[in-house]
């Protein structure tokens, strides 16, 4: 069975440029959360939906965006960016609402460069 | 606000050496903590889940123990090897819909 992917694989882009970045689930799997990883931390939350609904928001500003499909696949939007916005980009599925026993699962992730 | 922290932040052992990772965290209400593998540039790789209900969880030569009283929990790697050199990641699950993660332990395996 396919894991969590995710597309693109590595981006550059330009201050002030848009991004786009996508993510498919594990098949059957309802909820899908991102984070931002800049080098040397930890993951940190910035969205998770589930069943196509915003569930959660991280302290993000409002650059920053998503939505899920009725294939329960996602994308994070992000406008004007900065130079600060460089980071892996990971997507995370799980199969159902949080639970003790809900395992989230990730993504390879997208390394975004903005110059 | 939940605050995890692991310590050390990295560490190198011989290889055949057990590893002992530490990580800690401030607010006991959680569902569970996961620990997470990461090879320098890539995703995450899930290792143990331990339910806020249990006290240990094991998977091969990985064993993970919680103490929710305390805010700890500690992953021990029996008989390193080279391939085990990476970080660890450590997240717990709050009375919401997200992890929290800790910055991770870095882990060197010397040959």
């Known amino acids: 069975d396919a894991g969590v992917t995710q597309s693109p694989t590595h981006l550059i882009k330009t201050r002030g440029q848009h991004v786009t970045l996508r993510c498919s689930p594990i098949?059957?799997?309802?909820?899908v959360s991102w984070y931002q990883q800049v080098l040397g931390q930890g993951p940190q939350f910035i969205f998770q939906?589930?069943?196509?609904?915003?569930?959660g928001r991280g302290n993000f500003p409002d650059r920053f965006s998503a939505r899920q499909f009725p294939n329960y696949s996602s994308e994070l939007n992000v406008n004007a960016l900065l130079l600060g916005d460089s980071a892996l980009y990971l997507c995370?599925?799980?199969?159902?609402?949080?639970?003790?026993?809900?395992?989230?699962?990730f993504g390879p992730g997208t390394r975004l460069t903005v110059l | 606000k939940q605050e995890v922290t692991q310590i050390p932040a990295a560490l190198s052992v011989p290889e055949g050496e057990n590893l002992v990772l530490n990580c800690s965290f401030t607010?006991?209400?959680?569902?569970?903590l996961q620990w997470f593998r990461q090879d320098p540039g890539k995703g995450l790789t899930s290792l143990l889940l331990?339910?806020?209900?249990?006290r240990e969880q094991t998977s091969g030569r990985l064993n993970a123990s919680l103490d929710k009283s305390s805010g700890r929990s500690t992953l021990y790697i029996a008989a390193s090897q080279p391939g085990d050199s990476a970080t660890y990641l450590c997240a717990v699950t709050p009375n919401d819909y997200k992890l929290s993660f800790g910055a991770g332990t870095t882990v060197t395996v010397r040959a």
């Open positions: 939906y589930y069943e196509k609904e915003e569930r």
């Open positions: 607010d006991s209400a959680i569902y569970n």
């Open positions: 331990i339910q806020s209900s249990q």
């Open positions: 098949s059957g799997h309802k909820s």
């Open positions: 995370a599925s799980s199969s159902t609402r949080v639970t003790s026993y809900n395992e989230q699962f």
